[in-house]
Every structure is written in C-alpha cells, then in structure tokens.
C-alpha cells in the first residue's frame, strides 16, 4: 500500500482525527505537516475519548511513530501539557514513538499574547482567532525571526539568537501595543520548563523518514483544518496561517520527494464553520440549534458553539478539487436522522445568477445559497455497517453527494467511535 494523506475539504472539524485514528492500524509511521495546536482532533477508541491539539492522531496505536514534522507550529508549552494530559489516561508517549523535527520552529511566549493583543485591536473586525499565537508565529517564522527545535542543542548560540529576536519583538510589543517587554529572565524560564522536556524528542527526522521511506514504510500525512481554511486557497484572510493542502504535505513533513497516491478528502455529511467569515449556507434560530445539538458541534479547543447548515456541495466540490482528493470519506451521517427532510445547498446565487463555481473570497460575502431539499430516512443508522444496510434514502444520499462532488466516497462514518464506519471499496 502507498503513502496516504488525510486532508479536510471543509471548513475543519470534518472528523479528520477519527479517520486517521481508524487508518493507522495500516500504517508505520503517521506525521502531521502544518498547523499547531489550535487542532482539535478528537479521537475516541478503547482508551477514552480525546481531544488531540498538536499531537498527531497515530499516538494511540502501539507500533506507530508519529512525527511532528518542520511545517508545524511547535508550542512546547502546549506539546508537554498534552504529553501529560494522554499519558495520565494511560497513553505512552515515548522517544519511540513521538519525534519533533529539528527542523520545526518553536512558537515562542510572545506569539500568544500578540495573536491576542491584535485580535482585541481589531474589535469588530477579529479574524475569530483561537488565540493560540499561530499567525503571529507563522509570520515570525517567514519574516526569519523564530528559532529552531534543534537550536536547543547549542544552548549558547541559542540564547544569543533568542535575544536578538526578543530585542526586535519588545519594539512591537511595548510600542504598538502598549504590552510590557520580555526579558531574558522569562525566557530562560520557559527553555527550562518547556523547552527542555521537548528535547530528547527532537531529531533530524527528515533523515528518518527518508530512511523510512526506502525501506518501504508506509507514511501517514494528518492536515489540521480544511481547503477552505487554507492561506492560499481558503477563505482569506479568514483562513489559517498555514497550507492544509495535501499537496504541501511533502515539504511541511520533512520528507519533500514523498509520493502520495491516496488523498482522502473528510467531508462532513452537513457544514460547520468555527469563527468568523463568510459562511453561504449558514443556517440560523430553530433550525441550526437543532442540528448544532445533533451533531454536539462545539468547537474541541474552544468550546465555542460552531456555525452550522446544510451540505455545501459548491464549496464541498471546490474543496475537494484544490486537496487532489482521490476518495472522500462522508462523516456524521447519523447526526441527519433526525430530519424528514434534508436540506442541500446545491448552488449560489451571485449577482442575481446562479453558480456552482465557488467565487473569490470577496465575492464569497455577496453569495446566497440555492437550497434543495432530499428525502430523510429518519431511522437510527449507527449500528449499521454495510452500505446496503442503509435506508434507502440514506444511501441516496451519499450517492447524491459522491456525483456532485466528483470523487468516490470510500467511507461512510455514522458514530465517533473507531468501528462506526462503513466501508465502501
Ligand atoms: P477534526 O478536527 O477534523 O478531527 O474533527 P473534530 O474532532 O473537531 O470534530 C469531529 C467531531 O465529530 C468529534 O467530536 C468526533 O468524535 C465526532 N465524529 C466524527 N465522526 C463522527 C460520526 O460519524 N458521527 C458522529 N455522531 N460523530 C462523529
């Protein structure tokens, strides 16, 4: 079997988590490439359930080494606290099997207090961060002003590059923002609590997944977020920092000549969308409330209520396109049992014509959206298993959904838990 990425199409929170949960028993090694730990990948399997922030969803599996590879956002504070959460409900999390490149940049103290002095400078007009210092480490890291994990092992040269850095930062700090300065102190502080216990799980982890890679290991490449919170592709400047295209997983890994046959796209049976920007087929009152609370859509690091509505097959088959995606797997299907009638939004109407082309950011805030209607099966489909065991209007739909979209759904998910899932190839 070839390498294989997991990517969202959506807007995040597609269930990415559950299926490289469900996949890894088929691979050796799995590496998340971007992002950081505004993930909230949630996992349920025989351990319990758990909401995993930067570590890559593959931690649960005996026998899988899991890789935080030079694209992440790496937030040592953040990792070791999440080390200490998994590991007390009896999770082992060793040298062994979790590995940081020495490549990756480290989020630094000040990354959080500037995503959260910004935010509240922007009033109003917030980009609805979760606060967690990504934009401003990814744009620190481009600007060439963070340091690297492996820079830990040259304690000297360490402090010096730190100490520059940290001179140019207090000027934002204290002069924009009105925020007290950073000393030396402080973060002498912090490579002692957090940076130091990150160390023995940093290597040249690029060596070893090329390693890897010859001696025929199969690779696992878990995104954070969806298409359309790529920086490049998504909904700008409503997106994240960081490319969640399968097609970045390659250099975001560490491992830039990887080959990646199977894209597979997660693609939530309905939409939610956490934060702000323009949502089309965003639903509102009675309507979203009641599928908010079907489908428990509270954000997993926030715990904000997420925007909710119907199937966006405009922006589901855009999202698709942009990651490559060569099967899509339809998650929480069983949360739409409830309705008689299910509601699809098949088009947008943009100046007065419709379109099913998903239009430019700008253009995105103008857009209205056409809505259909499809029969429900109202029947409880979470014990089933196989695909001719669904009511018939259930598999109408997913065969709806798979032609609009242009790509095979490989993967019905119709629970959170591991074996909820019917597969379909
Ligand atoms: P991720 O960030 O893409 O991994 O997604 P999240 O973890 O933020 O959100 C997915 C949520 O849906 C989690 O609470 C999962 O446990 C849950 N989930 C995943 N698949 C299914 C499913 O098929 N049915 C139901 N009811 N819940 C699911």
Redesign the pocket.
């Known amino acids: 079997m070839s390498n294989c990425a997991i990517v ?1 199409i959506n807007w ?7 299926m490289v949960d469900l996949l890894t028993g088929e691979y050796d090694i799995v590496v998340r490439f971007q992002g950081g730990g505004n ?4 996992v ?1 399997n025989e351990l319990g359930k758990f909401a995993l922030h930067l570590l890559p969803s593959g931690i649960f599996r005996k026998g899988v080494v899991n890789v935080l590879g030079n694209g992440v956002a790496l937030d040592p504070e953040n990792l070791i606290s999440e080390i200490g959460d998994v590991t007390a409900k009896g999770v082992s999390v060793t040298p062994d099997n979790l590995m940081i490149s020495d490549r990756a940049s480290l989020l630094l103290p000040w990354h959080r207090d500037l995503d959260e002095l910004e935010e509240k400078r922007l009033k109003d007009k917030k980009y609805g961060s979760t606060k967690q210092g990504i934009a401003p480490f990814y744009s620190d890291k481009y600007q060439k002003k963070t340091v690297m994990a492996g820079e830990l092992f040259y304690p000297e040269k360490l402090l010096s590059h730190l100490k520059d850095i940290m001179e140019w930062k207090d000027l934002t700090l204290t002069s924009v923002y009105g925020h007290e300065p950073y000393t030396m102190d402080m973060l002498e502080e912090w490579l002692r609590n957090s940076c130091k216990k990150i160390m023995p799980f940093v290597k040249n982890t690029g060596a070893f997944l090329k390693k890897a890679s010859e001696e025929g290991k199969k690779i696992l490449f878990e995104a954070q977020l969806g298409s359309l919170r790529d920086l490049d592709y998504g909904i700008y400047p409503y997106t994240t920092s960081s490319n969640t295209m399968a097609a970045f997983a390659p250099i975001g890994s560490g491992l830039p000549s990887a080959k990646i046959a199977d894209i597979i796209g ?1 693609c939530k049976a309905y939409s939610t969308c956490v934060g702000e920007g323009p949502f089309v087929c965003e639903m509102f009152g009675e309507e979203a409330e009641k599928l908010r609370e079907a ?2 859509e509270y954000g ?1 690091k926030t715990g904000r209520p997420r925007r909710v509505g119907p199937i966006d097959i405009v922006a589901s088959r855009y999202g698709a396109q942009v990651q490559a995606a060569t099967e899509v797997a339809l ?5 739409l049992s409830y309705l008689d009638e299910i509601p699809v939004c098949t088009k947008y109407l943009v100046d007065g014509k419709e379109t099913d082309e998903f239009p430019f950011p700008l253009a995105l805030e103008d857009a209205s959206p056409v809505i259909e209607y499809m029969k429900g099966w109202k029947k409880d489909i979470s014990g089933v298993r196989r695909f001719e065991d669904l009511p018939k209007e259930a598999q109408e739909y997913v065969e709806y959904v798979e032609r609009n979209i242009g790509c095979p759904i490989t993967y019905v ?4 838990e591991r074996d ?1 899932i019917i597969i379909r190839k």
Do not use: I, Y
């Open positions: 969202g995040g929170d597609e269930g990415k988590g559950r993930a909230g990948h949630t349920e997660v489908g428990r997993a998650t929480k299907l069983d949360v998910s119709v629970g959170p909820s």
